[in-house]
């Protein structure tokens, strides 16, 4: 008997040996070319480098940015769901100590006939589980994974909401930009009316073209409230991002804002380090890995010593006055034989969530790469843009001289006038929007190479 004791003992130790494997990072897609436009292995330096308050160099910006990292409702959610796993994690080393509790106990018995007697134990009860199978080890473990998950995870949302502020008062930029164009073209457009009346009255134009001028004039003055429609709304959604109220946000001019004229974006393998969602996904897996090793601990024996030492006054069947001290020592193993199919489909639902978390791991380094290539281009593609945007506006307004002055020393019509000006109007509110793109992609650039923390 006491050979196969030792014998089943002796499986179960080489049986449990994958119980204690710690998380090895798996094989992942080839990094080197997440970025589509190469990049030198020398090249280890990234707009991520900077903090947030280098990149976004706005003190009005920075005040909000501030704000939202105080109030910010998401934000303070993630922050305790760190506390909650910082409080997990200590419970389960905790679980490595014995768990001592009182256990006092009295009784009175009264029979019928029988004098009354009086029965009392004062004992303190120890118990301690030995570890011997990993099924503290990994669940010691697996609290640290997913105290690293929810730090990674209050970490992304931190870089979300510095990334999303700044894009909204950006966007504030923009479009105060582009009102200040409507109604500069409004007011021109009013002046435009009362000459085209004027000219009506003097013969010199007919009543279409005064229409046509009325009605372009009214298409600016729909812009202008549109345009102080979407000023309200952005202001709101930021408030809401910053924790308070709705109010006026006090801000700057889109074209007093400085970015890098140059950026760099580093190594690829460098967002498996920086970019907090892709970190929080392989904590996730690092999780899922210690849950199968806790489901297969689950299979071996547990031993578990316990023991009571106390004062009694109960010793076997004789009740004395005063008592006697009372010790007793526990020492238990219990081997799961039969549960019913339990253990096993734990088992394979632990497997299946590994599975699925190494397929969300890959899956967040691919969509990081996607990121980065995207807010490159955005950035590239919006220079560009610029560039051709003043090209255009020089030759809109050169084009806008000319037909003024056409209009007034010969016969030409002045619908060309109204064209010339229309053209013009919209070339600066495509440049005020190529200007943000441009913004726009250097703060989802910043974002997506895993700054902003």
Request: glycine share 6%; proline share 3%; hydrophobic share 40%.
């Amino acid at each position: 008997m006491k050979r196969i004791v030792i014998a089943l003992c002796l499986l179960a130790g080489l049986g449990s040996c994958r119980v204690y494997r710690a998380y090895q990072r798996p094989e992942l897609p080839a990094t080197d070319s997440l970025f589509r436009q190469p990049v030198s292995e020398a090249d280890t330096s990234s707009l991520a480098d900077l903090t947030w308050r280098e990149l976004f160099t706005d003190p009005l910006l920075q005040r909000l940015i501030d704000s939202g990292l105080v109030n910010n409702s998401d934000l303070r959610v993630a922050r305790l769901r760190v506390t909650q796993a910082e409080a997990s994690l200590t419970a389960s080393r905790l679980a490595y100590l014995p768990s001592v509790s009182l256990t006092p106990q009295g009784t009175i018995n009264a029979p019928e006939k029988a004098p009354t007697t009086r029965t009392y134990d004062l004992a303190a009860a120890a118990e301690w589980e030995i570890d011997l199978f990993g099924k503290l080890l990994n669940e010691k473990r697996g609290a640290a994974a997913t105290l690293a998950e929810q730090e990674a995870c209050r970490q992304a949302v931190e870089t979300q909401l510095v990334a999303t502020i700044a894009n909204s008062y950006y966007t504030l930029l923009m479009l105060d930009r582009q009102l200040e164009i409507s109604r500069s073209t409004a007011a021109i457009w009013d002046e435009n009316v009362r000459t085209m009346k004027a000219l009506k009255r003097a013969g010199q134009t007919t009543e279409m073209a005064v229409a046509q001028s009325v009605a372009e004039k009214l298409t600016v003055d729909g812009s202008v409230l549109a345009l102080e429609r979407q000023i309200n709304e952005t202001e709101n959604a930021l408030c809401v991002l910053l924790g308070t109220t709705p109010r006026t946000i006090v801000r700057s001019t889109l074209d007093g804002q400085q970015f890098p004229d140059s950026l760099t974006t580093g190594l690829p393998l460098q967002l498996l380090s920086r970019r907090p969602d892709v970190r929080q996904s392989e904590a996730a897996l690092a999780a899922a890995c210690y849950a199968t090793n806790t489901a297969r601990a689950a299979f071996y024996p547990t031993v578990t010593l316990g023991g009571t030492v106390g004062w009694t006054n109960a010793a076997g069947a004789a009740i004395t006055n005063p008592g006697q001290w009372l010790f007793t020592a526990v020492g238990s193993l219990v081997e799961p034989l039969f549960a019913r199919g339990r253990n096993r489909a734990n088992l394979q639902i632990a497997r299946a969530q590994q599975e699925e978390a190494l397929v969300n791991f890959r899956q967040s380094l691919l969509t990081a790469g996607a990121e980065v290539n995207d807010a490159l281009v955005q950035w590239q593609t919006a220079r560009r843009r610029l560039e051709l945007d003043r090209q255009q506006i020089e030759a809109l307004q050169s084009t806008l001289r000319s037909s003024e002055l056409l209009m007034q020393y010969s016969s030409q019509n002045y619908l060309e006038v109204l064209t010339a000006r229309q053209s013009l109007l919209q070339a600066e509110l495509d440049a005020a929007s190529d200007c943000f793109d441009r913004i726009q992609g250097v703060i989802n650039l910043y974002h997506a190479l895993g700054g902003g923390y």
